[in-house]
């Protein structure tokens, strides 16, 4: 099933917004718990960062899944949404004190802990609120992905986690703190990878560093090993669903677990990154020597993925009149926004159907870092979202 687009529901709505097709959502959800469901100790805490809008929340709650929080923004929207607080695991670099005390107070899984001054700050607020921290390390395996530059984090030069050779002295050091106690190891190596070989290379670092931790008399409980897969872009309305059966069976295959081991996972993008698509409307169409504009009402402020990343969504125009499989109409435009960039635009040399002011395009796969990372730049108004279900009611 590929992402359906009620036209006359959607033309009611002013524009820009996001549109939200649960149906594609639970497909998704039910295609993880498919495989989630064969093995008693995998858990997967869905990485609220690429989309905290409450309806979505809401469903991936409803579908049993845990949670990873980067910020006390997000532990209030997710426990708002009904997580519970047991199944959030909160990572990040900076954690603030007042964020830190949050997390204690409700009671969160674990602190995905960052650097030994992080360690130390969460053991005296935890002592100071007579409270037990639960924590894993992210460690900086120093495994390169194959995607973007900047959304590789797993390689030395990153800021993020720690490094692999000092392991075992955090562990130590941690094992000598009255308030914080240590349950396991927490790894990301980037997003939107494709590649499992990328994911396997992780696995194998993951055993390494397990085989010396075990030679050294370290046991832990549980292995993160991050989200990061990622989604088909050029071909959303085909392949909706991403590969989870490949992705998990990289885990079962390589990653050697001890007895009682859990493995948890942090997907953001691929669980909701094709169930939702930016709604605008065509302003106008201009024309000068070279090229045609279709320049519409959502810009960089709505979809940022374009100017920030030269990330490619696919765009459909929902209104045109245009015979279906036939190029005959069809022409090369490049689709561009409002703002007062040069970056304002989201596709250049496409191809679409004669396109006209007051059209209505989808920018397809925009789910996943769409609507949380809009501005309101230019004093724009932040886009809203609708699932499917809303627009029936309207
Ligand atoms: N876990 C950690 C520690 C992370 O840093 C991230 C993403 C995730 C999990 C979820 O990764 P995912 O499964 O979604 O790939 N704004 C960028 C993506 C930034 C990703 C940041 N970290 C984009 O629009 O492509």
Not at 188 to 201: R, V
Request: glycine letters at 8%; one cysteine or more; hydrophobic letters at 40%.
């Amino acid at each position: 099933m590929s992402m359906t687009f009620d036209v006359e529901k959607l033309a009611n709505i002013p524009t820009p917004f996001y549109y939200y097709d649960t149906n594609i959502l639970r497909q998704t959800l039910d295609a993880i718990n498919t495989e989630v469901s064969k093995h008693d100790n995998y858990f997967v805490h869905y990485a609220v960062k690429a989309n905290a809008n409450l309806k979505v929340l809401k469903l991936i709650n409803e579908a049993g899944f845990g949670i990873d929080c980067v910020s006390g923004g997000e532990i209030e929207q997710v426990l708002k949404a009904g997580f519970p607080a047991s199944k959030i695991v909160f990572a990040g670099v900076g954690k603030s004190d007042w964020e830190i005390e949050l997390g204690l107070e409700k009671g969160i899984f674990c602190f995905n802990v960052e650097s030994i001054p992080e360690l130390e700050v969460i053991n005296e607020i935890a002592s100071r609120l007579n409270k037990v921290a639960t924590v894993c390390f992210r460690i900086n395996p120093n495994v390169g992905a194959h995607t973007h530059a900047n959304i590789t984090t797993g390689l030395a030069e990153n800021k993020f986690g720690i490094d692999m050779q000092d392991m075992e002295k955090v562990i130590r050091l941690a094992q000598s703190m009255t308030n914080v106690q240590c349950k396991g190891l927490h790894f990301h190596i980037g997003s939107q990878i494709l590649e499992m070989d990328d994911f396997i290379a992780l696995a194998q670092r993951i055993n390494q560093l397990q085989d010396q931790l075990e030679a050294a008399g370290i046991r832990i409980e549980m292995v993160n090993v991050g989200g990061g897969l990622g989604i088909d872009y050029d071909h959303p309305l085909e392949n909706p669903i991403p590969p989870f059966s490949d992705y998990f069976a990289v885990y079962e295959k390589h990653l050697k677990l001890r007895p009682g081991q859990t493995v948890h996972f942090e997907l953001g993008r691929a669980i909701v990154g094709q169930c939702g698509a930016l709604i605008t409307k065509v302003n106008y169409v201009k024309e000068n020597a070279i090229k045609k504009f279709v320049i519409v009402d959502a810009g960089m402020t709505d979809l940022i993925r374009p100017a920030l990343y030269d990330a490619h969504h696919k765009i459909i125009n929902l209104t045109a009149t245009h015979i279906p499989h036939s190029t005959d109409g069809q022409l090369c435009y490049d689709v561009v926004g409002p703002i007062c960039e040069s970056s304002d635009v989201f596709d250049k040399d496409i191809t679409l159907p004669q396109t006209k002011r007051g059209d209505l395009l989808a920018i397809l796969s925009a789910g996943a870092y769409g609507e949380i990372m809009a501005s309101s730049y230019n004093c724009r108004q932040l886009p809203k979202g609708y699932t499917n279900a809303e627009l029936l009611s309207l």
